[in-house]
Protein backbone atom coordinates (compact mmCIF):
# COMPACT_ATOMS: atom_id res chain seq x y z
CA UNK A 1 0.00 0.00 0.00
CA UNK A 2 1.67 3.27 -1.09
CA UNK A 3 1.89 6.57 1.66
CA UNK A 4 0.90 9.91 0.58
CA UNK A 5 3.44 12.63 1.33
CA UNK A 6 1.76 15.86 3.01
CA UNK A 7 1.78 18.41 0.59
CA UNK A 8 4.22 21.00 2.22
CA UNK A 9 2.68 24.52 3.69
CA UNK A 10 2.24 27.27 2.11
CA UNK A 11 4.09 30.32 3.39
CA UNK A 12 3.76 33.92 1.63
CA UNK A 13 6.33 36.24 2.79
CA UNK A 14 6.51 39.47 3.42
CA UNK A 15 8.88 42.21 1.91
CA UNK A 16 10.02 42.66 5.59
CA UNK A 17 10.77 38.73 5.89
CA UNK A 18 12.57 39.05 2.69
CA UNK A 19 14.49 41.94 3.13
CA UNK A 20 15.68 40.04 6.76
CA UNK A 21 16.81 37.00 4.68
CA UNK A 22 18.39 39.21 2.21
CA UNK A 23 19.96 41.16 4.81
CA UNK A 24 21.75 38.37 6.77
CA UNK A 25 22.78 34.63 5.99
CA UNK A 26 21.64 33.39 9.12
CA UNK A 27 18.40 34.07 11.37
CA UNK A 28 15.27 32.22 10.85
CA UNK A 29 13.84 34.41 7.90
CA UNK A 30 16.84 32.95 5.83
CA UNK A 31 15.87 29.20 7.84
CA UNK A 32 12.35 29.88 5.77
CA UNK A 33 14.30 30.03 2.42
CA UNK A 34 16.31 27.17 3.03
CA UNK A 35 12.93 25.13 3.91
CA UNK A 36 11.12 25.75 0.88
CA UNK A 37 14.85 24.91 -1.21
CA UNK A 38 14.35 21.41 0.42
CA UNK A 39 10.56 21.21 0.18
CA UNK A 40 9.50 21.55 3.56
CA UNK A 41 7.43 24.78 2.73
CA UNK A 42 6.34 26.28 -0.84
CA UNK A 43 7.02 29.81 -1.06
CA UNK A 44 4.78 32.55 -2.21
CA UNK A 45 5.71 35.80 -2.91
CA UNK A 46 4.21 38.54 -4.96
CA UNK A 47 5.56 41.25 -7.68
CA UNK A 48 4.64 43.92 -4.99
CA UNK A 49 6.51 41.74 -2.30
CA UNK A 50 9.42 41.72 -4.62
CA UNK A 51 9.65 45.34 -6.00
CA UNK A 52 9.47 46.78 -2.34
CA UNK A 53 12.08 44.30 -0.67
CA UNK A 54 14.08 45.62 -3.89
CA UNK A 55 13.62 48.91 -3.52
CA UNK A 56 14.41 48.78 0.39
CA UNK A 57 17.46 46.94 0.27
CA UNK A 58 18.51 49.66 -2.53
CA UNK A 59 17.95 52.30 -0.24
CA UNK A 60 19.22 50.98 2.91
CA UNK A 61 21.60 48.42 2.31
CA UNK A 62 22.85 48.64 -1.96
CA UNK A 63 25.67 46.19 -1.25
CA UNK A 64 23.39 43.44 -0.92
CA UNK A 65 21.94 44.54 -4.52
CA UNK A 66 23.29 41.75 -6.14
CA UNK A 67 23.17 38.85 -3.97
CA UNK A 68 19.61 39.33 -3.64
CA UNK A 69 19.41 39.19 -7.28
CA UNK A 70 20.94 35.94 -7.25
CA UNK A 71 18.78 34.89 -4.24
CA UNK A 72 15.24 36.08 -5.67
CA UNK A 73 16.58 34.50 -9.02
CA UNK A 74 17.15 31.08 -7.47
CA UNK A 75 14.62 30.69 -5.08
CA UNK A 76 11.70 28.06 -5.63
CA UNK A 77 8.47 30.13 -5.11
CA UNK A 78 4.94 30.68 -6.34
CA UNK A 79 3.93 33.90 -7.82
CA UNK A 80 0.90 35.35 -6.31
CA UNK A 81 -0.61 38.72 -7.74
CA UNK A 82 -3.84 39.18 -6.53
CA UNK A 83 -6.44 41.18 -8.36
CA UNK A 84 -7.06 44.71 -7.41
CA UNK A 85 -10.70 43.71 -6.05
CA UNK A 86 -9.82 41.59 -3.60
CA UNK A 87 -6.94 44.00 -2.09
CA UNK A 88 -9.82 46.59 -1.92
CA UNK A 89 -11.82 44.24 -0.05
CA UNK A 90 -9.10 43.29 2.31
CA UNK A 91 -8.03 46.94 2.76
CA UNK A 92 -11.94 47.55 4.33
CA UNK A 93 -10.52 45.13 7.14
CA UNK A 94 -6.47 46.14 7.61
CA UNK A 95 -4.13 48.56 7.04
CA UNK A 96 -4.82 49.29 3.51
CA UNK A 97 -0.99 49.41 2.76
CA UNK A 98 -0.70 45.94 3.80
CA UNK A 99 -3.70 44.54 2.00
CA UNK A 100 -1.65 43.75 -0.86
CA UNK A 101 0.50 41.45 1.37
CA UNK A 102 -2.64 39.44 2.81
CA UNK A 103 -4.77 39.51 -0.30
CA UNK A 104 -1.44 37.87 -2.03
CA UNK A 105 -1.67 35.18 0.55
CA UNK A 106 -5.40 34.97 0.29
CA UNK A 107 -5.36 34.34 -3.96
CA UNK A 108 -2.36 31.87 -3.42
CA UNK A 109 -4.41 30.35 -0.55
CA UNK A 110 -1.68 30.20 1.87
CA UNK A 111 -1.49 28.99 5.41
CA UNK A 112 0.67 31.47 6.43
CA UNK A 113 1.79 34.66 6.05
CA UNK A 114 5.61 35.39 7.40
CA UNK A 115 6.12 38.57 8.94
CA UNK A 116 8.00 41.11 10.96
CA UNK A 117 6.00 43.67 10.36
CA UNK A 118 4.98 43.82 14.27
CA UNK A 119 3.22 47.03 14.04
CA UNK A 120 0.59 46.32 11.10
CA UNK A 121 0.10 42.90 10.75
CA UNK A 122 1.32 40.89 13.60
CA UNK A 123 -0.28 43.39 16.12
CA UNK A 124 -3.68 42.09 13.95
CA UNK A 125 -2.53 38.26 13.72
CA UNK A 126 -6.25 37.08 15.33
CA UNK A 127 -8.89 39.68 13.26
CA UNK A 128 -6.35 38.89 10.05
CA UNK A 129 -6.99 34.68 10.85
CA UNK A 130 -10.56 34.99 11.90
CA UNK A 131 -12.04 37.06 8.89
CA UNK A 132 -9.01 35.82 6.19
CA UNK A 133 -8.00 32.18 7.24
CA UNK A 134 -4.07 32.72 7.47
CA UNK A 135 -2.26 32.55 10.33
CA UNK A 136 0.09 35.53 10.79
CA UNK A 137 3.75 34.77 12.18
CA UNK A 138 7.04 35.51 12.31
CA UNK A 139 9.24 33.44 10.19
CA UNK A 140 10.41 31.45 13.59
CA UNK A 141 7.00 31.03 14.81
CA UNK A 142 6.28 29.32 10.92
CA UNK A 143 9.30 26.97 11.15
CA UNK A 144 7.84 26.07 14.54
CA UNK A 145 4.59 25.01 13.28
CA UNK A 146 5.66 23.26 10.74
Known amino acids: ?3 STPTPPKVFLDSSAFFAAAY ?7 DLLLAATQGRVRLVLSAYVIEETERNLLANAPHLHAAFVVLRDDLPYQLSDPPDRLIATVARTIEPKDAPIVAGAMH ?5 LATYDRRHLLAHAEPIQ ?11 AVLAGL
Open 130 to 140: SAFGIAVATPE
Open 108 to 112: AGARF
Open 24 to 30: SARGSAR
Open 1 to 3: MAT
